[in-house]
């Protein structure tokens, strides 16, 4: 990713501004609003840009602090399609975000995804927009299912081919605190959504197989 960025600098630039517009309209975590027809839309750049980025591989390192071409620059606009009512763009994102993160930012990448997810469960009557709320920070369904996603597949993808074990060892123990007291997700009658439920045992499963 490091040399197709140095090596194609306009074209870095075009993407990160494409990107950049076709992700306005989703809104930020704590507006509270994801569940609102802004949060439905897609922007007709936003599914190529997602699958040309799919496409590209991770670097071993991590650019100099300040770079413009550092492909990390992507991560904030990737994370924010999470929130997308279309499940194929939730998927898109996450097989995105592979090829942005270099081994050395992935340990604080998948803590703060982690993170992000709710420790205790705040749902609304109506199953289609339930709202999970922790400190101020609103997720529906969709938001979390996102979020997910790109766990799973930053584990499966990226810290599956960590060549060093010891990083690896520390990645999940450090995920295995935070995912114990977020284990609300995987439990049917806490959590009525098979998707995410699947999904958050999916993440177990992946980290156990590492």
């Known amino acids: 990713m490091l040399a197709f960025c140095y090596r194609y600098p306009t074209l870095h630039s075009f993407l990160f501004h494409e990107l950049?517009?076709?992700?306005e309209s989703l809104l930020d975590g704590s507006s509270g609003q994801q569940g609102s027809n802004l949060a439905k839309l897609v922007h007709p750049s936003l599914c190529p840009?997602?699958?040309l980025l799919s496409r590209l591989k991770p670097s071993a390192v991590t650019s100099e602090a300040g770079d413009s071409l550092d492909p990390f620059i992507f991560l904030p606009f990737i994370r924010k399609c999470s929130v997308q009512s279309?499940?194929?763009i939730r998927i898109l994102a996450s097989?995105?975000?592979t090829g942005l993160i270099s081994n050395e930012k992935l340990p604080i990448v998948l803590l703060n995804i982690a993170s992000?997810?709710?420790c205790t469960r705040n749902v609304s009557s109506d199953a289609s927009n339930s709202i999970d709320t922790q400190n101020g920070t609103c997720h529906t369904f969709n938001s979390l299912h996102g979020m997910l996603l790109q766990l799973n597949t930053l584990l499966d993808n990226n810290c599956r081919c960590l060549a060093d074990s010891s990083k690896k060892d520390a990645i999940l123990k450090d995920l295995i605190e935070i995912l114990a007291i977020r284990s609300w997700i995987g439990k049917f009658q806490l959590c009525p959504c098979p998707i995410l439920n699947s999904c958050f045992l999916g993440v177990l499963d992946n980290m156990l197989s590492i």
Do not use: D
């Not at 950049?20 to 992700?23: L, S």
């Open 20 to 23: 950049k517009i076709a992700t």
């Open 49 to 51: 840009i997602l699958i």
């Open 86 to 88: 279309n499940f194929r």
């Open 95 to 97: 097989r995105a975000l």
């Open 116 to 118: 992000e997810l709710p």
